[in-house]
């Protein structure tokens, strides 16, 4: 009867709209574990097309170990979601970078990669083509595939909302071009 009366009462609690604040404030695992099954999926998705399986893994947990860590430094300014793709992305720049696997170019847009036609015909799916992209644009489609305003984007990947706007453009003509979407 007890246990009952606590499942009905843990039942009827709402859940938070921002757990990470809540763990933030309270260091309550439940409020962590919230957070992990609302944004797990979107954050190795995310990683996942800037890296591989293996790789999106290791950096999703690092990301959760990291929020344990020091969820202090959780801020309400920025979305629950945002802030989590800020961590990923700055521990996936951290592990490519001990890899000696980061090809950062200054000006990623000067040397637009435009797959040959054998390659577009063996990746003929959006997700195919976003893998072709260079890093920087990779990651800015993928923000914005993932629900994130241009302001969004620039916070999490510390970038003018210009750069942004230009990575974006590149990236659309470079999927268009590989899609055989030429029209325009």
Known sequence: MLLALKNWLSANESEPADPLYEFKLSGDNKYLELAIDKYNHDLY????????SELAKDICQKTWLT??????????????KAFLFKLARNALIDELRKQNRLA???HPEQQLSVPTERTVRSHQSLYDAIL???LQQREAISLQ?????????????DAPQETIKT????????????LGDDDE
Request: charged share 20%; glycine share 2%; aromatic share 10%.
């Open 45 to 52: 998705h995310f990683l996942l097309t800037q890296s591989d």
């Open 67 to 80: 929020v344990v860590e020091k969820r202090q430094a959780y801020h309400t300014s920025q979305a629950p």
């Open 104 to 106: 950062y170019m200054e």
């Open 132 to 134: 072709l992209l260079p």
């Open 145 to 157: 595939l993932e629900g994130f305003s241009l302001q969004q984007i620039a916070s999490i990947t």
């Open 167 to 178: 990575r974006l453009r590149y990236a659309r003509t470079a999927l268009k071009h590989a």
